[in-house]
């Protein structure tokens, strides 16, 4: 592709931590952990039924995976102090990850024949919502990588920047919590009250919902508007474990080739990396494959590392997303998140630098975050200091 | 970087256990124990694959070959079945249906069976998918992230997604059906080192949405030619849903005259829009 350089210049997130990177950010910090027993639908016959829940930022709004992503599609734009007109609609895209899409309003019409929101239920629904409401006319799509759906999204607008088929890309994810899922982990056996990345005695994943977008902008573009840049998206991979359909490759080599790509495509060595953001879903065989992976990429304790997830949850769809905006507070702020609900670091998992406890105050310049799915998918964004 | 794409295999499924007859054993074996989509995207896929001579099924995953998939309805037919079965109760959720209701599980299958350890992507534009599929491999292979990828669109008809248009109102033109069809896209460099017979080269794509009529001139700008160069354009066939576009690619090419341009128009109504053009070998 050419010499366009893709960069952030607008965040925007509904999370279980609050409403807006703010809250998202400072609860990150802190170390609190948004997991508590579902309350929002019935879940008495889900074992276990504790998940990060978000307080819905329109209420009456049933598409609730729709309305996240638009709330924090909002957000970003206007963080990016970003006009869609001003720009011109075909030079703006919408590229979104989502492993559930409406799933809700499908789950309504089984459970009652309420066909009123069945529109809304397709995968490709949410970024169509977003694309309509904002008034984009550019490429509009949606990446399905599970778990790793929109660590690709933000790939997908990367490319489009570069190869210069749009100017601006809103892109994110979003995802959210019903009986579907909730039950469907809970029947693999792949849950727990509570998640616990990395540490001795981590059972399984604690689920969570919410929307991340990102303002993904043509540096040029940015530049003579005189936008204020939050970090640059230096590099993007992908690669499949081609080895199981629900289990990692416990020697984690998809999740290594991913983070190699996206360095190669970055034009940078391993050891460039200050701040690696793991998936670290806090089920056991995750856990490991990334120390793995991730202790063979870099060398043991090298660089430091975290998880979300036990603060909010794994979002699933949107997990890379909030990830990416993680690490972009990162690199502006010199600090890394704790990763929540860490107290004792498995042995299998020692040969990483496990940011845990307090947060660390970090001079960060690139920034890593990798993400790993069902079907063995991976992907992995390289973020670099504004 | 790469000095261009080119397609170098094809394979297309609409009768589903027919193809799957021709299949090498271990990849029926896989598919026996699959949902449709990803029967069909096993199929079409590896057909591809075998055509473009990339058919390898043992040894380590190959790290630059890869599968991109697009898909309008990706796992809906398992979703629906596994939804139905929850709504009696979670006891009765079902983890080998719940595993099943991720729509990367097509590309996860072909991943497995013909050793695809570059990237494995699935992507929804409506039934613009396939297109897409195609332009994003195309992207990919020109920055250099793979030398081949299998790429192309598949959907799965049944009951389930019949129930879901209809409870919707979503009828629109003749009803959908079962269809897959996929192409290797390579990078010129890697078939010529290795040889392959080219069929085409893609020139240029584009993505719109709500825009239908401006997206054929910005895939055209894309490619570097005028609609006065186009030898052969074709709208695709909206009831093979993400199939339809690379169907109606490689049937252009194959009716193009040598070195034609074709252009293909798809459109679906859920806004999205998509136009690929490509020169015929």
Same mark, same amino acid.
């Given at each position: 592709m050419s010499a366009r350089v893709a960069v952030i210049t607008g965040c925007g997130v509904v999370s279980p931590l609050g409403r807006g990177v703010a809250a998202f950010w400072d609860g990150l910090v802190a170390g609190r952990s948004a997991v508590a027993p579902i309350r929002r639908f019935p879940a008495a016959d889900l074992a276990p039924n504790a998940a990060a829940e978000v307080a819905d930022p329109t209420p009456d709004d049933p598409d609730r995976a729709g309305a996240f992503a638009l709330d924090a599609a909002r957000e970003a734009l206007a963080d990016a102090r970003l006009d869609v007109r001003a720009v011109g609609p075909a030079r703006v895209g919408v590229a979104l990850g989502t492993t559930l899409g409406g799933m809700q309003l499908f789950e309504r019409w089984i459970a009652?024949?309420?066909?009123?929101?069945?529109?809304?239920?397709?995968?490709y629904a949410p970024a169509t919502r977003v694309a309509r409401a904002v008034g984009c006319r550019g490429p509009v799509v949606t990446a399905q990588l599970a778990c790793a759906s929109s660590t690709h999204a933000l790939a997908l607008a990367s490319d489009w920047v570069r190869a210069g088929r749009a100017n601006v890309v809103l892109a994110g994810g979003t995802d959210l919590l019903c009986r579907f899922v909730v039950a469907g982990f809970n029947c693999l056996k792949a849950t727990a009250d509570r998640a616990r990345p990395f540490d001795a005695a981590r059972r399984g994943l604690a689920l969570g919902e919410g929307a991340a977008v990102v303002v993904v902008e043509d540096a040029e573009h940015a530049a003579r508007r005189g936008a204020t840049v939050h970090g640059r998206l230096l590099g993007v991979g992908a690669a499949g474990d081609a080895t199981h359909m629900t289990a990692p490759d416990r020697e984690g080599r998809g999740a290594l080739r991913a983070m190699e790509a996206a360095l190669a495509d970055a034009g940078l060595a391993p050891d460039a990396v200050d701040f690696v953001s793991a998936h670290g879903t806090g089920t056991p065989y995750n856990d490991a494959m990334e120390a793995v992976a991730i202790g063979r990429l870099f060398g043991p304790g090298r660089v430091p590392v975290n998880s979300i997830k036990g603060a909010i949850g794994h979002t699933l769809g949107a997990a890379g997303a909030f990830e990416a905006v993680m690490c972009l507070r990162v690199l502006a702020e010199g600090t890394i998140p704790p990763t929540a609900g860490l107290e004792s670091v498995d042995p299998a998992c020692a040969r990483l630098d496990l940011v845990h406890g307090v947060a660390r105050t970090h001079r960060t310049s690139v920034a890593l975050s990798t993400s790993s799915g069902f079907a063995g998918a991976n992907a992995a964004l390289v973020f670099g200091r504004a | 970087m790469t000095d261009g794409v080119v397609i170098t295999g094809g394979g297309a499924v609409t009768a589903l256990e027919d193809a799957e007859a021709a299949l090498p054993e271990t990849v029926r074996a896989r598919g026996a124990r699959v949902e449709r989509v990803t029967r069909l995207v096993l199929a079409a896929g590896g057909a591809a694959l075998d055509a473009a001579g990339l058919a390898a099924m043992d040894g380590p995953a190959r790290p630059r070959v890869g599968v991109v998939v697009g898909t309008a309805f990706g796992c809906f037919l398992t979703n629906d079945a596994y939804a139905r079965r929850l709504d009696m109760g979670a006891a009765a959720a079902s983890p080998r249906l719940f595993a099943a209701t991720v729509s990367n599980a097509a590309a996860g299958e072909l991943g497995i069976a013909y050793r695809l350890g570059g990237p494995a992507v699935t992507l929804t534009a409506g039934t613009v998918a396939g297109i897409a599929a195609l332009g994003h491999a195309s992207d990919m292979l020109r920055a250099g992230r793979a030398d081949a990828l299998v790429a192309g669109g598949a959907d799965a008809t049944g009951l389930g997604l019949s129930m879901w248009i209809a409870a919707g109102g979503f009828v629109r033109g003749a009803p959908p059906t079962d269809a897959a069809t996929f192409v290797v896209l390579e990078t010129a460099d890697a078939a010529r080192k290795r040889g392959a017979s080219v069929a085409g080269t893609i020139l240029g794509y584009a993505l719109g949405f709500d825009d239908r009529e401006d997206v054929a001139a910005r895939a055209l700008a894309d490619a570097g030619? /005028?609609? /006065?160069?186009?030898a052969c354009s074709v709208r695709t066939a909206?009831?093979?849903? !993400? !199939?339809g576009g690379p169907h109606a690619l490689r049937g252009a090419l194959a009716n193009a005259p040598r070195g034609g341009v074709v252009l293909v128009v798809d459109a679906c109504t859920s806004g999205h829009a998509a136009a690929l053009v490509a020169r015929a070998a």
């Open positions: 009652t024949g309420d066909a009123s929101g069945l529109a809304c239920v397709p995968y | 030619v /005028g609609p /006065g160069d186009v909206s009831h093979m849903l !993400a !199939a």
